[in-house]
């Protein structure tokens, strides 16, 4: 690739563009790209999704496969010097990504073809330069930034999923807000290890490991043969202990009680209410994650009603909006009066 830009550099006219068509979803063909235009003297000035794969093509049934490729618009890099990654590319990343994932969410763009395309719109930020650094003075590799500015794209998204700030969006633990993330963007499919591990960053996870969401009886990923899935309530809830605080009294993650939930929905509705009185889980925060889950944004409602493929599985998402359409009278009001006799015990 850096061979054939550096041709392309060389023939084009002062003032002229290049057009790349791109559609890989790894960080390390991204990485690879990216050092292809740079040591070819580009900088990527613009970068946008285009339609461009049939949807029910065999290809994206049961995939991740993107809708769309990215077209980038490189330009020749003139005068490039040295630039700071602290005090110049980091904000500057800051403000494209944020204005291009609004911009994208309006325009009806969902999941991976809408976190690839923030990502190739943030290589302006770093491609600016012939040269980006730390404070230290060490270089900033293309693998590094690209892992930042999928952070970012993330961020921003949670933000709008959940239709709140960033400060409340911390509010949920990690693992919940993994759950959502990964179902918003990569739906029910499975994902192969150096990707799904790429998507943890910023995260505050692991995929493996003692504490790994692949690691234990109550497991929330499946690894299998180098690939990751996500499990739904159906094939986890049956755990009695599941979304129970652990025997230290700390919290379970909101989609651990929340998985449960929808089983005794489903399977045991009587044995509903002792849960509640015995995990407790925060209502307000479950609430977000139930409603992340359920809502137009997960499914991709655009505004002309028209809806893409459903985030999670069908049966989790039918169990989600009976549970969201009666939070109220299932949830609401037990855990307030579980809350109400918790503060009359304390003042006692």
């Known amino acids: 690739m850096s061979r054939s830009f550096s041709e392309a550099n060389r023939v084009l006219k002062p003032g002229g563009q290049m057009t790349v068509v791109y559609a890989h979803k790894t960080t390390m063909g991204w990485a690879t790209l990216v050092d292809a235009l740079r040591e070819a003297g580009f900088i990527v000035t613009e970068a946008w999704p285009l339609d461009t794969e049939k949807p ?38 800051e403000q ?22 923030a990502v190739g719109a943030g290589l302006r930020a770093f491609t600016r330069f012939a040269r980006v650094e730390y404070a230290n003075g060490e270089e900033v590799p293309a693998e590094k930034f690209l892992a930042e500015v999928e952070g970012v794209v993330l961020e921003t998204l949670m933000e709008k999923i959940f239709g709140m700030a960033g400060s409340g969006v ?7 807000r993994f759950y959502v993330l990964w179902r918003y963007t990569y739906k029910a499919a499975e994902m192969d290890a150096g990707e799904a591990i790429v998507f943890t960053y910023g995260q505050n996870v692991e995929l493996d490991g003692q504490n790994g969401l692949s690691t234990g009886s109550r497991a929330l990923v499946e690894k299998k043969k180098g690939k990751y899935r996500l499990y739904d309530f159906a094939e986890r809830g049956d755990d009695e202990k599941l979304g129970m605080p652990g025997d230290d009294g700390t919290p379970a993650p909101l989609i651990d009680a929340l998985h449960r939930i929808l089983w ?54 039918a169990v989600l909006k009976k549970l969201v359409a009666n939070w109220r009278a299932l949830i609401d009001q037990r855990l307030a009066a579980s809350e109400g006799t918790l503060f009359d015990l304390g003042r006692k």
């Open 170 to 176: 911390a509010a949920v633990d990690g693992p919940s």
């Open 96 to 117: 494209i990504v944020r204005e291009r994932v609004d911009t994208l969410w309006k325009m009806g763009i969902t999941g991976a073809d809408l976190v690839i395309a």
């Open 264 to 317: 005794l929905i489903e399977n045991e509705p009587r044995n509903l209410n002792r849960f509640l009185d015995e995990a407790r889980p925060d209502r307000e925060r479950l609430r977000l994650v139930a409603q992340a889950l359920a809502g137009t944004a997960l499914a991709g409602k655009k505004d002309d009603g028209e809806e893409h493929l459903v985030a999670t599985t069908a049966n989790e998402q």
């Open 56 to 93: 029910g093509r065999l290809r994206a049934q049961e995939s991740a496969a993107l809708a769309s490729s990215i077209f980038l618009i490189a330009r020749k890099l003139e005068g490039a010097g040295i630039g700071s990654y602290e005090n110049e590319v980091s904000p500057d990343l």
